[in-house]
Structures are given as structure tokens and as C-alpha cells.
């Protein structure tokens, strides 16, 4: 094959003298480099040409926002993306590749190549392949990444500071679910927080999980159990599977947002809709 490759030197996990390791590891797998982008200056314009390249495959090596957008430039209409893994938490490899080191990845996709579509979620022009977080608990991003090295004080104060466990701000989320054979009913209900998560599997859905605490301190709590397990296995947490969710901000204020892992904000309302075949991956034969 001959692959266009992108790779954002900043991501917190792309070694220095990242471009020269991936060329001699792709040469060594026996496939061609038609082009190289190496540089965080004008990336979207890298990943654009990538994209419009006639290369069989993009190989995209960067954090999950890397990749998010090399996999929205090309979307279904332009080549496969293989994403490496070399941001902080990295969602989008491990979702379509398990754990393991950029070179194992590469090599086991490229020794049997595959090519698969995936789906994604979309709020205005930006879309989020594998979760969002509503709500000011999108604080926990920063937070998490501190407990995760040990840095405790750097943690309590991104609680604090990024008002992480205001729990007055209110959100209003709506969304539609099948009830039984009569139909569609419609949801609403109100919370501090709201987790959105693509399903994986062939009928691609949202998975929809209201985050409402009682208190300061079960908030606290639940603020604990997410930084450590995530969301899904944080309480109290009230799920639900839909095609499409609208968020308001009670008072009228912007929504912070995390679209997997990067962090944005929105004028409320926000609504996420989903978006069955929005990109192709380069995967394993195996893998499936």
C-alpha cells in the first residue's frame, strides 16, 4: 500500500524523532510513504492534504483530537485512517485496537489490512468518535490525568478551581428511546452532568447516562469513582440507549464539553446527533 502520513509531534506521547521511527517501522512492513507531515503548525491543513491524497491509507500518529480530526477530513469518502496511538488517553486506539505500543499496532494492521466503518457523534461542526462529557464534570479530564501520575495536589486544586463540583449548575437533557412496539417516548430529565458514549457493534447508538448527585459530597464521590473507572462505573448514573440527545444549561449559560477528551464549550442547547457511517478505519483482519 501507499500511505499518506500524518504525525503531531506535540501529542504528549510522540517521541522525538517520531517521523524518522515510523517511516523505517512502514518500510520495514514492506509498504511505501507517498507523503510525510511532521509539525503541529497548520495540522488541519496536513490532515487535509492527506485526506485528498490518492494514498490507500492515512497513518495518523497524535492524540485523540489528531485523530478525530484526520478521521473527520477523511470520512467516508476519502482513505482509510490507521491511528496510532500518542495523546494522554489515547480512547480511539484502544477502542478499535486494545492496548498495546504504536509499533505493535502498526505492525499487526499492516501485516493483514483491513478496512472498517465506524460511526460518530456530531455537535454543530465538531464530532466525537467514541464519548462527550456535558457538564462542568468535564473538569475531570485535567483532574484525572493528575491522580493518574500521582500528582494529588494538582488534582484537588483542578476540582476547586475549575469548579468541577458545582453542583447548582443544572442541565436538562431530552432525548427520544423505544417503548417497547408502540414507538418512540420522549425522555427528560434533569442533572448535573451528562455522558454520551457511541455503542459499538453493528447498529451503532448513544448510550446516554444522566449524572445527578444529591449532594456536594456524593457529588465528591461520584467525581472519585469517575477519575479512577470512568463514568460508566461512577454512581449515581442513569443510563439509557438513543439516537439523538438535547442538552440545555438551566441558566442559560455555555456548556463546557469534553468531545473525546478535548475540551470545548457550547452555546446551549446543545444537540448531539449521531452519525452512523461518518469514517473508515484501517483495521486487522483478525480483529473482527
Not at 420522549?186 to 444522566?210: D, K, L, M, R
Not at 472519585?224 to 439509557?240: F, N, R, S, T, Y
Amino acid at each position: 500500500m501507499k500511505l499518506a502520513v500524518v504525525i503531531n509531534p506535540l501529542s504528549r506521547t510522540v517521541p522525538k524523532g517520531a517521523a524518522d521511527e515510523l517511516e523505517a517501522a512502514i518500510k520495514a512492513s514492506g509498504h511505501d510513504i507517498k507523503q510525510l507531515h511532521c509539525g503541529s503548525d497548520e495540522l488541519k491543513n496536513h490532515v487535509r492534504a492527506a485526506a485528498g491524497s490518492d494514498a490507500d491509507a492515512v497513518v495518523v500518529w497524535g492524540g485523540d483530537g489528531t485523530l478525530a480530526c484526520a478521521l473527520t477530513a477523511c470520512g467516508m469518502s476519502g482513505p482509510p485512517v490507521l491511528a496510532l496511538p500518542g495523546g494522554t488517553m489515547n480512547m480511539l486506539p484502544k477502542r478499535l485496537y486494545g492496548d498495546g505500543a504504536w509499533y505493535q499496532i502498526l505492525d499487526r494492521v499492516l501485516s493483514k489490512p483491513d478496512v472498517e466503518t465506524i460511526a460518530a457523534g456530531k455537535i454543530e461542526n465538531r464530532r466525537f468518535y467514541i464519548a462527550t462529557l456535558l457538564g462542568r464534570l468535564t473538569g475531570l479530564a485535567e483532574t484525572r490525568e493528575a491522580v493518574r501520575k500521582g500528582e494529588l495536589r494538582d488534582a484537588a486544586q483542578a476540582l476547586v478551581e475549575g469548579n468541577v463540583l458545582d453542583i447548582e449548575t443544572r442541565l436538562r437533557l431530552a432525548w427520544k428511546t423505544r417503548d417497547g412496539q408502540s414507538g418512540l417516548s420522549e425522555q427528560t430529565i434533569s442533572a448535573v452532568a451528562a455522558a454520551v458514549a457511541i455503542t459499538s457493534g453493528p447498529s451503532p447508538a448513544f448510550e446516554v447516562a444522566a449524572i445527578d448527585p444529591g449532594s456536594t459530597m456524593e457529588l465528591f464521590s461520584t467525581a472519585l469513582d469517575a477519575m479512577i473507572h470512568g463514568w460508566k462505573d461512577a454512581g449515581p448514573v442513569q443510563h439509557d440507549v438513543t439516537n439523538g440527545v438535547t442538552v440545555h444549561d438551566l441558566g442559560g449559560a455555555e456548556i463546557p464539553a469534553t468531545l473525546d477528551g478535548e475540551q470545548v464549550s457550547f452555546t446551549s442547547p446543545v444537540h448531539v446527533e449521531l452519525i452512523g457511517q461518518a469514517a473508515r478505519v484501517l483495521c486487522a483482519e483478525t480483529s473482527h
